[in-house]
């Protein structure tokens, strides 16, 4: 889904302290053989290990290992059908 994607360019950018660029990393994914329209979790998942640490250093940040834990357990946890807080309130 691509609430996947979103949360994911989210996560990341948290993650970095920076707001990283969202088209980059799309294209990255379809580079990966991705499709960021329809990802299932364990594919974003696969693509945090060595296409994000290498994206990340193209764009000169790097993420530790604990705040990878932390984004990965982030991730894993991340259920696209239920609406984050700014969801329900942008539907009011």
């Known amino acids: 889904m691509r ?6 360019v989210v996560e990341l950018s948290v993650a970095v302290g920076y707001r ?3 088209y980059a990393l799309w294209l990255r994914m379809r580079e990966a ?3 960021p329209e329809d990802l299932s979790k364990e594919e974003v998942l696969a693509f945090c290990d060595a296409p994000v640490t290498a994206f990340l250093e193209e764009h000169g940040f790097s993420l530790p290992i604990r705040a990878r834990r932390r984004l990965l357990r ?3 946890q ?3 059908t ?3 807080p700014y969801e329900r309130f942008a539907r009011i």
Do not use: C, I, K
């Open 74 to 76: 982030s991730l894993a």
């Open 33 to 35: 053989g991705l499709n």
């Open 82 to 84: 239920v609406l984050t």
């Open 20 to 22: 990283l660029p969202r």
């Open 78 to 80: 991340f259920d696209p």
């Open 3 to 8: 609430r996947r994607f979103d949360h994911l």
